[in-house]
């Protein structure tokens, strides 16, 4: 089995991101010093996230790349030619996490998480991960097998309280996707307020409110060479507990992600 590599608390998010655009945010991303590409077969963008790895020449120990297996691929062959795809458009023999990208009621997660557990066996996959799990989700997956990160929609309009209890008892990491609510957050007079007082951009202020909760991580996308410095700039930005407080204030429940298929959340 692989040695784990530690997944950085910022990373890069990927979706909707295809083509030279992609590959060109990607390898920038890389040279200004992001370490953490977010990536998923469903996204279709592997390849182009494998160009500017290649572009970069950074060692291969340096990166932690995820990649997710969509929901009607879980069966395990399914799930393994999945992963197959994955690594070749990479061009990389292992992932450092692979996640299930949704749950499918109709393949038994002990199927699908047995075949995970294999591939980090046989070195393919560094550790596994899930996504859009509800508590009770992330508790059935950990019967059958450790689960490093779950991955969700979690900004400052979306409190995932008990979500949180239950990734924290359980030693695994919450990334938050839509950690900037689309956009939102660039509007909302509260972090407006707090980014005029640190000199800095309401964006930043979420991502550093999000970066000082135990245990979690953020993948903002950025295109722009503006927005991925904007972003991983955070990493020195620090919020006393009023702040924090005035920013958890702000959660309304507003879910931005809720395909057809997904769970009832609570």
């Known amino acids: 089995m692989m040695t784990r590599t530690p997944m950085p608390a910022l990373g890069l998010g990927t979706y909707k991101l295809t083509g030279e655009a992609c590959r060109r945010a990607v390898a920038e991303a890389l040279a200004l010093g ?3 590409i977010d990536t998923a077969r469903f996204y279709g963008n592997e390849a182009e996230i494998g160009a500017a790895i290649r572009q ?6 340096d990166l932690f790349i995820t990649t997710k297996v969509w929901r009607t691929e879980l069966a395990p062959d399914r799930l393994r030619a999945s992963l197959t795809g994955s690594l070749a458009d990479l061009g990389l023999d292992h992932v450092d996490l692979l996640m299930i990208h949704w749950a499918d009621p109709e393949v038994p ?3 699908t998480l047995g075949a995970m557990i294999d591939l980090v066996a046989k070195g393919r996959v560094g550790a596994i991960g899930v996504s859009n799990f509800t508590p009770a989700l992330l508790a059935e997956a950990r019967q059958h097998a450790p689960i490093a990160c779950n991955q969700v929609e979690y900004h400052p309009f979306l409190a995932q309280t008990p979500l949180l209890a239950a990734c924290r008892a359980s030693n695994t990491t919450l990334a938050a996707y839509c950690p900037l609510a689309r956009g939102l957050v660039s509007q909302d007079p509260t972090l407006i307020a ?4 640190h000199g800095r951009t309401p964006a930043q202020i979420a991502l550093a ?9 953020a993948l903002p996308k950025g295109t722009s060479h503006a927005h991925l410095i904007e972003n991983i700039d955070v990493l020195s930005l620090k919020l006393d507990a009023e702040e924090i407080a005035a920013i958890d ?8 992600v809720n395909p057809p298929w997904a769970p009832i959340w609570g």
């Open 56 to 61: 970069s020449g950074l060692p291969r120990g």
């Open 249 to 256: 204030g702000l959660a309304r429940g507003q879910r931005l």
């Open 34 to 36: 992001y370490r953490h």
């Open 194 to 197: 707090l980014a005029r007082a």
């Open 209 to 217: 409110w999000l970066l000082h909760q135990p245990g979690v991580a």
């Open 109 to 111: 997660m002990a199927d």
